[in-house]
């Protein structure tokens, strides 16, 4: 390492990246170009001689930019955001720059302590229970993503419970969750051993806006328990990833304490916006929980990957996902005097992610994290009135957070419930390249997601989206009219 060129080159890349910034606006908010166009541009082996950085850069700006679909562009309004930031931006450079690997204390004893730290602020600041600080039993830890954080979650309380029930009951085990909750679940539980037949994903439907019903759970635990089955884990999502439902953590929190379940809330999204007090209450109930979540790289201006989990018992990570080999044998590990994350998650390696997060929180400082969320809010009841002054249009179920779930109405004889039409409203706003938006489906009905968080967004943005969205509508309508 060649400390001048480092300055010299990052320099350069600081500037390109600033420009990217400058101008990108300028391009397709979704990328348009056919599956396999890098192949043919570019050589099917690596150089055998160092090439120049501007040629690199050449190539950046002619090859790659266009195959990149551009999540910090402020006309970007899919999936969930994920969001960038200066602060974000440097704490990642300054992980970057060290590029420590910080698997156990000992490894860079700041990594650590700056985690637990950091977790206990960002705890604080969500009013979570005093359990889930690291100055107890439990604590945070910084994940890759939700659903690292569900699936690490998930296998201790797998093995808590095949502690008390027998190694053998591995096929009884039963998983809780709503047919909202995100595919991550699903995923835990195939890589954690339970049988796909057991993981019941509970019907939801419009009249609870889409949130799990005390009542269901309650009828299939019974159900399940009468059959000889072990109920162990239950999943509850605030701020579902189709349409931002909230799960009502208090009572499924109190069926699961009642039952010995382990009980998660997944709040990847909307947990952001309880840092707000007249949100905060969507979360109430996580007393409840034995864990929580949420990603502070989707609505909390840090740069992706950064997914906070809180624990309320930090031995039952370690029982199910400690391993203790020769070769990391420490003194301050084996005298139990420090935390050592990597027995709390799936690889022993880490990086010093908690720089990123520590800088947004005090670059920003909480005033601004709940302007910066209030006003992505605001930014969508806009756009909710905009949609609902338009008698083509419905926004299907009351808006929460910064998500509006939309649709154009079909036509009284519509064999489909007017699926088709929105899936080509959908395919033809994208390919204007001038916003981004995704689908879901409720109910059986093919929905836009219109989903506000980018961090440059403004007004304007989202009165020229909803502009593009007017006038392609009137333009499908005209042709399915013909
Ligand atoms: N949970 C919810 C509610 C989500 O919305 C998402 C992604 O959007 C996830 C989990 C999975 O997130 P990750 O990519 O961090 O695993």
Redesign the pocket.
């Known amino acids: 390492m060649d400390a001048d060129q480092l300055r010299e080159h990052a320099h350069k890349m600081v500037d390109f990246i600033a420009d990217y910034y400058k101008s990108i606006e300028n391009f397709p908010v979704l990328s348009q170009v056919e599956p396999g166009y890098l192949s043919r541009m570019l050589p099917d082996s690596a150089p055998n001689h160092p090439e120049s950085l501007e040629d690199i850069f050449n190539d950046i700006s002619a090859k790659i930019l266009p195959g990149v679909t551009h999540w910090q562009s402020p006309n970007y309004f899919a999936?969930?955001p994920s969001n960038s930031s200066i602060a974000g931006f440097l704490g990642e450079m300054l992980s970057a720059g060290l590029n420590i690997v910080g698997f156990s204390w000992i490894t860079s004893p700041a990594a650590t302590e700056l985690e637990m730290i950091v977790l206990d602020w960002l705890a604080k600041l969500l009013k979570l229970p005093d359990d889930f600080l690291s100055g107890g039993k439990g604590g945070g830890v910084i994940q890759g993503?939700?659903?690292e954080a569900v699936l690490v979650v998930l296998l201790a309380a797998r093995d808590k419970m095949l502690r008390t029930v027998g190694k053998n009951a591995l096929e009884k085990l039963v998983v809780y969750a709503s047919n909202q909750t995100?595919s991550?679940l699903q995923k835990a539980c195939q890589i954690g051993g339970i049988q796909p037949e057991n993981c019941r994903l509970l019907e939801t439907d419009s009249t609870s806006n889409y949130a799990l019903s005390p009542d269901v759970l309650c009828e299939a635990i019974a159900h399940d328990i009468a059959i000889g089955l072990i109920p162990f884990f239950l999943c509850a999502?605030v701020?579902?990833?189709s349409s931002t439902a909230v799960d009502p953590l208090l009572p499924l929190g109190k069926i699961a304490k009642s039952k010995g379940m382990w009980f998660h809330v997944?709040a990847?999204?909307a947990g952001s916006a309880c840092i707000c007090p007249e949100y905060r209450h969507y979360i109430d109930g996580v007393e409840e929980a034995d864990s929580f979540n949420m990603?502070a790289h989707k609505w909390f201006l840090t740069n992706f990957d950064c997914?906070a989990l809180w624990i309320k018992d930090r031995n039952a990570l370690a029982q199910s996902l400690s391993t203790n080999p020769e070769f990391l044998k420490n003194k301050a590990s084996q005298a139990n005097m420090v935390v050592d994350y990597k027995d709390w998650q799936i690889p022993l390696g880490r990086r010093f992610r908690s720089l990123k997060l520590w800088m947004v929180l005090r670059l920003y400082g909480i005033e601004n994290l709940q302007c910066y969320i209030r006003n992505h809010i605001k930014l969508a009841q806009q756009f909710e009135v905009l949609v609902a002054q338009d008698p083509r249009f419905e926004v299907v179920n009351p808006r929460i957070f910064s998500l509006v779930c939309f649709r154009l109405l079909p036509s009284q004889n519509s064999k489909d419930h007017g699926n088709e039409l929105n899936h080509h409203l959908l395919d033809t706003v994208n390919s204007t390249g001038k916003v981004f938006l995704s689908h879901t489906v409720l109910s059986g009905k093919y929905i836009l997601r219109f989903a506000v968080g980018a961090p440059l967004t403004e007004e304007r943005h989202v009165t020229a989206a909803w502009k593009v969205l007017q006038d392609e509508a009137s333009a499908l309508l005209r042709s399915f009219l013909q």
């Open positions: 999936y969930f993503t939700a659903s995100h991550a999502t701020g579902t990833t997944d990847a999204y990603n997914s």
